[in-house]
């Protein structure tokens, strides 16, 4: 059964950084696009990060870039987030999900985790 579990979330002042843990388990993320998507409370969830299934390829959402970094490590079967310059408006449950291309509609992603929060906050 394909899983993904994210890790990484907590709490951080303005202007700190973070970085999120996606593994999967039961399937190679080599062989899939692995995306980054947030949920803020009362707000849709968003696209914030894609990497296609070559690695090549990388999408960021306008209000992340220069700001985050979307890589992974086929050994471990793992993509991370990398947050810096964090902002409260970052402040969301952070999910990692798999399809077999990026997209900015989470309705397009196939498979989900259960997310990680993250908050920004003095």
């Known amino acids: 059964q394909l899983q993904l579990e994210e890790s990484g979330g907590d709490l951080v002042q303005p202007g700190g950084s973070l970085k999120l843990s996606c593994v999967g388990f039961g399937f190679s993320i080599d062989l899939h696009a692995i995306g980054w998507f947030r949920q803020a409370p009362g707000a849709e969830r968003e696209g914030v990060s894609c990497?296609?299934?070559?690695?090549?390829?990388?999408i960021y959402a306008d209000s992340v870039k220069g700001r985050f970094t979307i890589s992974r490590d086929s050994v471990k079967n793992a993509v991370y987030l990398q947050m810096n310059s964090l902002k409260p408006e970052d402040t969301a449950v952070y999910y990692c999900?798999?399809?077999?291309?990026?997209?900015?509609?989470?309705?397009?992603?196939?498979?989900w985790g259960k997310g990680t929060l993250v908050t920004v906050s003095s």
């Open positions: 999900a798999a399809a077999w291309g990026c997209a900015s509609d989470a309705d397009e992603m196939h498979y």
């Open positions: 990497m296609s299934s070559s690695g090549v390829g990388t």
